[in-house]
């Protein structure tokens, strides 16, 4: 076997036993790895319907083929278990260095069922694989967690955990592995809690194969020689980081500002962005396994109210406490960052989340004594205490950490919340960026700018330019980003690849490392299985319609290069599903499942 | 005893019991009777948490003290469950001469309890009570029950009953007697319809009395003149029937037009009013029990393609029909309304249900496919066709069933239900009156304008004139009102009394008939503490936060008088809760449970 390790490790929390078991190739060849081959085994196991947080959920951890191979930026892997925020299919990617030990351990993925009934982590080491004890874990945060392990184990381990809002049901609580890289999106942490599954600490000494080396090297050196030309993949991300966009996106007229009330230009943008970050707070860039763009920021808030230190913030995260609450503050943005971080919650939904809450508060829809202060936009206080709240799950933290739309309804005005099948929307505007617009609407997780990112060609240019107020043709171009997407998560390769790179590149480097003679065509069609296969699960839990918080679809925006507009959604989801090859409905036709070979 | 009969039937309908029981006099004194009674029983003996279409859901047909005296326009009953549309306590008021016919037979109300395996109807003369077999008539409307029935039993008996919507569970389906007069609202219909209880019919020869003849003689003397006097009260209802709003609230600009879309103006309402009704369709007026006004209407379109006879259509039923989906065609309105009142349905939520699909199809939301045809605002064969198609449970009609809210929610845009606690606000825009929409957002049983009519005062002037901009005061004023209305409501007086009556010509009637020397301000406190009892239930049932739809808090009137307004709710809302003597969430204090004497 080549590039898969060709090993499951099928953990039965409940039973208190660890089964290694040999990885199914068939589906490993149709879905790839990570995000589509851990989605395919959880379609297999469990049923659409389940209870997120109870025991017949499962929680299944994948690599992709091309992890911890020395392809470009290849050390992603992928959580997955149906989401307790949005009732989806939940599938999270994440970076650092814990997917690749996975790997050399031996395994390429591992299974968790039912639940313990007291705190377990899961030891790895090579072939030893256990159940360890974690009373003293539960109730530490994701840095004492790691930090405790690392100890116990070996600091060579490498540490994937959970924190106190997990524990505790947080329904934007992600699984954080090397203390700041955070499968972080769709409440996959809560899961993890539920099953009293603290942490994975693993140790690998093994090493993963390719099954052409030399030509696997081949399209490595092409693909690292392109991606290094690029002004975005090679150059601009490396210099500022994802904060770069804040200023791009403000100056497009598409920086949701204060919940998405107040149109999308936030005049002190500026002093958020990754010019300023870089002035004040950057100590160092940072890269993952195996990576030349080295998005990360190590960063600093050397003194003030707002003294502390981590690592980020990433553009949605700055935007979400930024922008989105109004704070213009970059230190009290850098800490409530870092708390994310330490307490394994997803910045995203947590900095929307307040925002919400402030725009509830100030029309009067939530009363102060809920609240125990005043909660007007712009408090860069407010974003640091809500988020220890949440983080240690006390007072209106306990509220907060359901997510916006929960808190929304609660108070009344479900509207309000600023998300897509309950997770909330990031930083892009889709009246602005029409094509963000489909993207969140039809996004198989929730909304999500990782899913089919048209703000690339729309904004950015890469790979080419689009005008973002058009609607015509997005759909087909969207199907494309979101197939691609969905084969390059599934790969082990980072999304951000993306900035220089494509199909070419991509499955250049996949056919040398399994041993493949599969077209582009044909490999970039494993991704549309998996968006299929996805859609499918979906369809089969329940999952509401493909749609727009009505701000998006009414409300039109104020000033800006884009002012007047709304976001076009339904010409575009009428031909989105066409292209689709699905019924108006948005189901998949008979044709499609034969033409993917998926049984529906 | 007297006013009350004394005698209550509880009928279980999966044992086939009937029992007679002594009224509780102890209750009847201090909820009165009909809404309040009713709503005492209930409390006392189900679960607020029931499901509302399952056997533990119980059914009450209550009287008032004053139903069936001579009390002006007093024949009113109440009939009581919880409402399957709002999962609030559901109170439903109905005219017509089946009420004091009830109470003629010898009793103040009937409690149903549990359901039937079968259908069934209750038998009623006089002494004899039974349950007898309704197999036959399940599956036949409104008007083929009623003349079945009484030819089976006798024309002079009075028929309750309900339609083929209400068979089949359709959340906005009533309960009909005297075939046009209506226990419309909250779908109290299929509740019946889920007990398999098709009908009650009743007759009666025994005779209601009062404490004080010749007091209440001189107290009923005094109000007839009173009311007679009235330009409203007196003389207006009478010559053109609740229709004469039309023109008049559109003047104001608070006609709501295109599902609340396009603001509260309607060019084309003339056409739709109560002139052009009077002119074009009338044949004559037609009055309740006991009535002087004489609001009702018996119509006819005589020719062209919506030939059809009935009576009706009510104000709101009119505006729903009109100008919330766009249509100016009277002759088409008149023969949707009439439908409604053939199979049972409640024609305010019917209309506004279908206006939210049009505007959903309008936007793309809603495929062609799933309706049958396009489904554009102003089409009078439109409300036709779909009003057939739910009045016969078929196809689209199928979904249109459970109101705007399950409709909006299915195809993605809950907030485009023009609901408050799923219940359809009526034809009076909150932005352009603002009482109106505190009103709406404070109604126990989901928006209603029966509930604390601010429009009488904010508009009409009666008793007297107030700036239906000003948001100022509006609390205090929608408390009385609300008050007033729970006390009229359970007397068995007519509510549109109060065109001409107050407080002090009600509570008189009520004084004599039923021998108290109670004051004035003793006998309002029962509508205080009527209503408060249905706020309890409400919050042990777990109904959702007052508010408003977000088009009312956020889109502002595009013209008219009205133009730039957005209903004021929250500064409203927190006056409202302190005049009431609740928490800043809208909770009874305990000094208030106190005051009212309501365990809680």
């Not at 707070?281 to 990360?296: M, Q, R, T």
């Amino acid at each position: 076997m080549n590039a898969w390790v060709g090993t499951i490790l099928r953990v039965d929390l409940a039973a208190k036993t660890v089964v290694k078991e040999p990885l199914n190739i068939k589906d490993a060849h149709d879905y790839v790895g990570a995000r589509g081959l851990g989605t395919k085994y959880f379609c297999d196991e469990v049923d659409p319907k389940v209870e997120p947080l109870s025991a017949g959920n499962k929680l299944i951890y994948m690599t992709g083929p091309l992890t911890g191979t020395a392809a470009t930026s290849g050390g992603r892997f992928e959580v997955v278990a149906k989401s307790p925020l949005t009732g989806t299919i939940g599938a999270a990617n994440s970076g650092g260095y814990f997917g690749p030990e996975l790997k050399y351990a031996g395994y390429d993925g591992i299974i968790f069922e039912n639940a313990s009934e007291s705190p377990v982590y899961l030891y790895i080491k090579d072939d030893v694989v256990e159940l360890r004890d974690a009373s003293a874990l539960w109730g530490k945060s994701v840095f004492e967690t790691t930090d405790l392990l690392k100890e116990e184990c070996g600091s060579s381990f490498k540490i994937s955990c959970i924190g106190v809002p997990a524990e505790n049901g947080c329904l934007f609580s992600g699984v954080l592995n090397d203390k700041h890289r955070a499968a972080g999106r769709g409440g996959l942490g809560a899961v993890m809690g539920s099953k009293k599954l603290k942490a994975v600490a693993v140790r690998g000494t093994g090493a993963v194969t390719v099954a052409r080396p030399e030509k696997f090297l081949d399209a490595l050196t092409n693909a690292r020689k392109t991606l290094k030309a690029h002004p975005v993949g090679g150059s601009g991300l490396a210099a500022l980081g994802t904060q770069v966009l804040v200023n791009i996106i403000n100056e497009s007229g598409a920086l949701p500002t204060r919940n998405w009330r107040d149109g999308a230009y936030f005049p002190e943008a500026n002093e958020t962005g990754g010019e300023s970050l870089a002035e004040k707070y950057l100590v160092k860039n940072k890269g993952c396994f195996a990576c030349s763009i080295d998005c990360a920021r190590v960063t600093r808030v050397p003194d003030g109210p707002f003294k502390s230190s981590g690592e980020g913030p990433e553009y949605e995260a700055g935007w979400a406490y930024g922008a989105d609450c109004g704070v213009s503050d970059l230190a009290a943005i850098c800490k409530a960052n870092f708390l994310c971080n330490e307490h394994g919650i997803d910045p995203i939904t947590m900095g929307a989340t307040i925002a919400c809450a402030m725009e509830l508060y100030e029309m009067g829809a939530i009363p102060e004594s809920d609240i125990g202060f005043p909660l007007r936009f712009g408090d860069p206080h407010a974003i640091v205490k809500l988020t220890e709240a949440v983080g240690r799950f006390e007072g209106f933290g306990k509220i907060l950490a359901l997510g916006s739309y929960r808190l929304a309804e609660k108070y009344g005005h479900p509207e309000l919340s600023m998300s897509v099948k309950k997770q909330e929307m990031p930083a892009y505007d889709g009246r602005a960026i029409q094509g963000m617009a489909l993207e969140y609407a039809t996004s198989n997780r929730g909304a999500c700018h990782v899913r089919g990112y048209l703000t690339s060609p729309e904004i950015l240019g890469v790979p080419i330019k689009v005008d973002p107020f058009v609607t015509e043709g997005k759909a087909g171009l969207l199907k494309l980003f979101q197939d691609l997407t969905a084969l390059i998560d599934s790969t082990g390769i980072c999304l951000f690849t993306t900035f220089g790179l494509g199909l070419q590149e991509i499955a250049a480097q996949y056919r040398e490392a399994v041993g493949t003679d599969e077209t582009d065509d044909e490999i970039l069609l494993k991704g549309e299985r998996v968006w299929n296969l996805e859609k499918h699960f979906n369809i089969a839990a329940g999952v509401e319609k493909d749609t727009l918080p009505p701000r998006l679809l009414r409300e039109k925006l104020p000033g800006g290069p884009a002012a007047g507009k709304v976001a076009e959604l339904y010409v575009m989801l009428d031909e989105y599903y066409k292209v689709r090859g699905w019924d108006s409905d948005g189901v998949p036709t008979p044709e499609k499942n034969v033409e993917l070979g998926i049984d529906a």
